[in-house]
């Protein structure tokens, strides 16, 4: 399982680090974002839903999806009232660094849980979300950088935040470690609707702040198949 998770940690540093050699711009953002977005609802509607809702006791899993989302929203909604990131022009890199850390996390629950449901399970949604950080922290840095914040503060944040995802698969683990497999199912479907609301309420409409780039649907679309060949050749 640990090993599982190091995957997508690789692909969060490997995104991360990528700004710093590159020239960063609003067009490469809103690419970065958007190939992000096609493979986290390619992860959600081709790998997580199907197979929850396959194990029967569609209620539960639907539930547990709306809850997910509600999860996010709660936390959302804690970190406005708190101003903890201000309203400054940074504001936006800490909308989209924020969106990362909590999909980094349920990267982490959908790891321990589906190891625990089948490796084959595992080893299938970390390669997608591999996929899907490198472009996610890739603009989150990039995002940062545009905004002043120097280069040691930008390798802390990056380094820090793959923590996340071993606090998520070591918590996902546990907590359906020996529970039945409705139990595991509703678990991963918790994460798809944390990770559905964080894409359309942080990811989305960061990666249109500064105006679409002509390329973006393309992204879009170019990530959503890279998931849909990827679970096809693994499963």
């Not at 640990?2 to 960063?24: Q, Y």
């Not at 020996?178 to 609301?197: M, R, Y």
Request: hydrophobic fraction near 55%.
């Amino acid at each position: 399982m640990i090993l599982l998770a190091l995957l997508p940690i690789a692909g969060s540093i490997i995104g991360g680090i990528t700004p710093e050699f590159f020239k960063i711009s609003e067009k490469n953002l809103g690419l970065a974002l958007h190939a992000t977005t096609g493979i986290i609802l390619a992860v959600i509607s081709i790998e997580l839903l199907p197979r929850s809702l396959e194990v029967g006791n569609p209620f539960i899993v639907v539930l547990a999806f709306i809850i997910g989302g509600i999860f996010y929203i709660v936390i959302d909604q804690f970190i406005d009232s708190q101003s903890l990131f201000g309203s400054s022009a940074k504001g936006s890199a800490w909308a989209i660094y924020s969106g990362i850390v909590i999909d980094l996390f349920t990267d982490g629950l959908m790891i321990g849980t589906s190891s625990l449901i089948s490796l084959q399970l595992g080893f299938l949604l970390a390669l997608g979300q591999v996929s899907a950080n490198i472009p996610g922290s890739f603009a989150s840095i990039a995002k940062f950088k545009e905004r002043g914040i120097d280069r040691r503060r930008r390798f802390i944040l990056n380094f820090s935040s793959v923590a996340a995802v071993l606090v998520g698969a070591t918590a996902g683990y546990w907590l359906v470690k020996g529970e039945p497999a409705i139990v595991q199912f509703a678990l991963l479907s918790f994460t798809a609707g944390i990770l559905l609301t964080v894409t359309v309420e942080e990811i989305i409409p960061e990666s249109h702040r500064d105006g679409e780039a002509r390329l973006a649907a393309l992204a879009f679309i170019g990530g959503f198949a890279l998931f849909a060949l990827i679970s096809s050749y693994v499963t």
